[in-house]
């Protein structure tokens, strides 16, 4: 240890020793590296690390949906949002579609546009109002990546330069979000650091009350900042770690903090020597000697602190970490060698003197007051830090991106207009990714596929799930077993009408069939009876024609013989006229038979043995109409002429004969007439006992038809019923009952979905899920494990049983963000905790003094992210931001850890032995200087609130309490009561206590 202390005191004596070339060294290096490299912020703009890391799972989902559904090289996407209140304009829709050739052309930012030129697409990305429009751009740059920035820039520039008059466009989404956070952040940098130098140079002026001491702490601060952030942009040029924008924020505020601290202490140490008698150049010698290991001791733990950070997953935690550590590392060189050096320097001119200060007094009376009473004032301080550590369990951090910015960011005027046009979440919707080791292109798998969106669809938080089976959030109509029993119901019912309607013909058939049967019947008896009439008719016609060849030879011997002529010829004339009655009445009867076959029988025209004996008959009829009736009508008419005697008798039996031969030749045809007829009226009656047989049997079958007609009818109707109830019984998505008939995955508007929610290869399908809460609040970070889980159990137990389900989108992104903050801060509390006890214990060799400053920082942060919850969530209104949390752990553990180390070590000089006086004098002496460090390191958190950006408030916030909270309590109450308790055993297990501080006493004299 002293040989340590002397090489210590070697370096502090060259230091002071070679003033000039030491701040002319440091300069010259400070200037050659800000001109050799280029600025932290350009830096940072060329990184490429994202928010979240590429492993996650949501991103490599969008990895996954990017390769499967030809979204480019896109890392992440934007929203280009259009909006006119009158109505979107023709140039308005052209404008929009040119951006799709336009943003296409920078294949360097753009990965990915959405093509709104296709009919279908332009419709899904029109709101209903006609007023507003969207497309979707994919990036190669993954979100919270620096490199997103100048993508998203120049987006937005391409769609300004080519809007329309009027038309109000806006880039958004959560990519746009982040770059907008990061912009504002880098744009409140400046803000940030000119607030802080102003509040620290106040507050430096207010305490040593001169312009020599603030300008030489300033200019030591100025100096190690410009270094760090040249050092820290050159290990980002060389790939030693990555850097982002809001490395440079953070590393601002926290190097303006602790180089202050660290040239507070030197200059209070000087101050003192001075105070003693020393002169300036020994005294800051002396100052850099004693001071300079519990300056190096504080500088490690911050960094190792911030180191730690790097073991993080997430980019914010991995890129400000070592950014923050190696800017420490920095400051600590510098602090240690320019700021002796400066003393040296302005003591040999005097502008370094110190001023009688009344804090000195207040300070005493509060060290005596704890010495006095250490158990009252341990509880007094642990009481209101308890209280405080309470409320940090009920801290609601908000994972949300959008909070921290102003209603007035580009991103946020985006969102703005979206929701007044879209439904909630249409631009950020969450995927589920389905990824299946066959083609999915079949009947059973899209039924599986609905199954799972009809599941997903019915919790609670989710509005409408759209995939290949519902591209419009509701299944295919047309795709439901239900509505297609319907259809079978409605066709069955309308066959069943239509059965019904005919069972009354089916009636008249069996009547007519009946009918047919009774007057084939009759016909057959008709037919039988006509054969027997015909014979005896060929008969009597027979005899006819011989009696009318004997008239005529009566005739012919009447014209040459005598006798009593006009008697006979009386007696002929009555019998000509007798027979030519009976003749002209079967005349008329044969005309009335020959009609009704010839007109009114259907089935006579059909049987062939018919018409041939209605031929016969019809010739029969002819020869006694035109020959038979008028030849004995002729006749009778001479023969009565004859018998009055009014006629010449010659002429008369001329008349007579010439009546008679027509007779003959007429009763001749009617016989071979009556011979057809008889003979087709033999076949007639065969033809119609075979109607009469087959109209019977048609008969009875029609009546069976008839008598099943009613049943068939109930059968139909009862189908019909059972299959409407089933379409309303199973017209549930729940069901599961879905089908689409494998020639529908052909239709062309079935192909337009496949397009959207199925891979070219068909192994893949994807859901999108609109939530009915904020896609970025906690809610829908819990529903979107809720809807993986729910659609893998749909599959239990199907093809999809094995199928690999993964969901992205802003939920996902922000459930894999909460988990993996979670995650970081056990990580880096735990690392952080270990390495600031692991440098405690070797500058105090103190076990228990270790573990009770630990104890201290812990207690210290728990109070102050209670407190902020208390100011923030439950006075204002606005949950911390996630990164509050861990950043505030590591600042105030390892700045706290400083504070407490300073007061101890000079506890450990004072009061070796644990007296109740040496810890009241390391109180009362070193409570001015660590009240100033705290002070200031907290006014330049706070400056924090200057900027925009609500979570770099937070930040500054929590640190800046926590600071002062650990300044004003902590070290000044607790520590000091709790060493007064402990006593000696707080040096434990140190033996040689009082050696020590004999050499120790030694030493400073």
Aim: glycine share 10%.
């Amino acid at each position: 240890m002293p040989a340590q202390r002397d090489q210590v005191a070697h370096y502090a004596r060259f230091v002071v020793r070679r003033a000039g070339w030491v701040v002319l060294a440091w300069l010259a290096l400070t200037a050659v590296m800000n001109v050799a490299v280029p600025q932290l912020e350009e830096i940072a703009g060329r990184d490429s690390s994202p928010m979240v890391p590429k492993d996650a799972p949501s991103m490599r989902a969008v990895e996954l949906m990017n390769e499967q559904f030809s979204s480019g090289d896109s890392e992440s996407f934007i929203v280009v949002a259009m909006e006119r209140t009158a109505g979107l304009t023709r140039a308005d829709r052209a404008y929009a579609e040119s951006l799709v050739t336009e943003l296409a052309k920078d294949s360097d930012d753009v990965a990915f546009v959405q093509d709104v030129r296709d009919p279908a697409l332009r419709k899904a990305l029109t709101s209903e109002d006609r007023q507003a429009r969207y497309l979707l751009v994919g990036i190669t740059g993954a979100t919270g990546a620096p490199s997103s920035l100048r993508q998203v820039a120049a987006v937005r520039e391409v769609v300004g330069e080519q809007a329309p008059t009027g038309l109000t466009v806006e880039v958004t989404g959560p990519t746009a979000t982040v770059v907008d956070l990061a912009t504002e952040t880098e744009h409140s940098v400046v803000r940030i650091t000119i607030v802080t130098i102003g509040l620290i140079a106040l507050i430096l002026f207010l305490i040593y009350r001169s312009f020599a001491i603030p300008v030489l702490i300033l200019t030591v601060v100025g100096l190690g900042l410009g270094l760090g952030r040249a050092v820290v942009a050159w290990c980002g040029l060389h790939d030693v770690f990555a850097v982002s924008t809001f490395s440079g924020s953070f590393l601002t505020a926290i190097v303006l903090g602790a180089g202050t601290d660290y040239a507070v202490f030197l200059v209070a140490r000087y101050h003192e020597q001075r105070r003693l008698g020393i002169e300036p150049t020994r005294a800051a010698a002396i100052a850099a000697t004693r001071v300079g290991s519990v300056i190096a001791g504080s500088a490690v733990t911050v960094v190792l602190a911030t180191l730690a950070m790097a073991l993080a997953d997430l980019g914010f935690f991995n890129t400000t970490g070592p950014a923050v550590a190696v800017s420490i590392a920095v400051n600590l060189l510098v602090s240690l060698t320019l700021t002796p050096a400066l003393l040296a320097l302005a003591g040999r001119r005097g502008w370094a003197e110190p001023r009688t200060s009344r804090a000195a007094g207040v300070w005493q009376r509060v060290a005596d007051l704890v010495a006095a009473h250490p158990a009252r004032m341990l509880t007094a301080s642990l009481v209101p830090l308890a209280v405080l550590a309470a409320l940090f369990p009920l801290a609601d951090l908000s994972y949300d991106v959008r909070e921290p910015l102003p209603d007035g960011a580009e991103s946020n005027r985006g969102y703005a207009l979206l929701a007044r046009h879209f439904p909630v979440n249409e631009v950020l919707p969450d995927y589920v990714l389905v990824r299946a080791d066959h083609d999915l292109r079949t009947s059973k798998d899209l039924a599986v596929l609905e199954r799972a969106a009809a599941a997903a669809a019915q919790h609670d938080g989710v509005v409408l799930v759209r995939s290949v089976t519902r591209p419009l959030g509701v299944p295919i109509a047309e795709a439901s077993v239900a509505h297609q029993a319907g259809l079978v119901g409605d066709e069955l019912g309308r066959a069943q009408g239509q059965v019904a309607e005919g069972a009354s013909g089916a009636d008249e058939l069996a009547a007519g069939a009946g009918q047919l049967d009774d007057g084939a019947g009759r016909l057959a008896d008709g037919a039988g009876r006509a054969v027997e009439g015909a014979d005896r008719i060929a008969a009597s016609t027979g005899k006819l024609t011989t009696g009318m060849t004997q008239l005529l030879d009566g005739a012919d011997a009447a014209i040459t013989g005598t006798g009593d002529l006009r008697a006979g010829a009386s007696g002929l004339a009555d019998g000509l006229e007798v027979a030519a009655g009976q003749v002209e009445v079967a005349v008329d009867g044969l005309a009335l038979v020959y009609d009704a076959l010839a007109t009114k029988s259907l089935t006579c025209g059909l049987d062939p043995a018919c018409r041939q004996a209605r031929t016969g008959l019809r010739q029969i009829w002819e020869a006694e109409r035109d020959q038979l009736l008028p030849g004995l009508q002729e006749a009778a008419k001479g023969a009565r002429s004859l018998a009055d005697g009014t006629g010449d008798l010659q002429s008369g039996l001329q008349q007579l004969r010439s009546g008679l031969a027509k007779a003959r030749k007429g009763s001749r045809q009617l016989a071979d007439g009556q011979r057809v007829f008889a003979d087709r009226l033999g076949d007639l009656s065969t033809g119609a006992e075979q109607l009469a047989e087959g109209a019977g049997r048609l008969h009875g079958g029609t009546r069976e038809v008839a008598a099943s007609l009613p049943e068939l009818e109930d059968g139909l109707e009862a189908a019909a019923r059972h299959l409407r109830e089933t379409r309303s019984g199973a017209d549930d998505p729940v069901s599961g009952g879905f089908f689409l008939p494998p020639t529908a995955l052909a239709d062309q508007d079935f192909a337009a979905a496949m397009q959207l929610y199925l891979s070219p290869d068909g192994r893949t399908a994807r859901f999108a899920v609109l939530g009915s809460t904020d896609a970025f609040g906690p809610e829908a970070s819990d529903r979107v494990d809720e809807i993986r889980t729910i659609v893998e159990t749909s599959f239990n137990g199907t093809r999809l049983d094995d199928a690999e389900v993964v969901t992205t989108g802003m939920a996902s992104t922000n459930a894999d963000l909460r988990r993996y903050s979670v995650s970081d801060l056990q990580v880096i509390a735990g690392f952080a905790l270990v390495a600031v006890f692991l440098v405690l214990l070797l500058l105090l060799r103190s076990l228990v003094a270790a573990f009770a400053l630990m104890a201290t920082v812990v207690l210290s942060y728990g109070a102050a992210i209670g407190l902020s919850v208390l100011v923030w969530q439950y006075g204002l209104g606005i949950q911390l931001d996630w990164t509050v949390a861990a950043v505030a752990f590591v600042v105030l553990v390892a700045v706290g850890a400083d504070y407490n180390l300073l007061l101890t070590k000079r506890m450990h000089e004072e009061a070796p032995d644990g007296s109740a006086a040496g810890i009241a004098r390391a109180t009362a002496v070193t409570g001015g200087v660590i009240t100033s460090a705290g002070v200031i390191f907290a006014v330049s958190m706070m400056a924090l609130l200057a900027g925009r950006v609500t979570t770099i408030g937070q930040v500054g916030f929590t640190i800046a309490v926590g600071l002062l909270l650990d300044t004003f309590v902590v070290r000044s109450l607790l520590v000091p009561a709790l060493a007064t308790v402990l006593g000696r055993r707080l040096w434990w297990p140190q033996r040689s206590a009082r050696d020590g501080a004999r050499d120790e006493a030694g030493s400073a004299a």
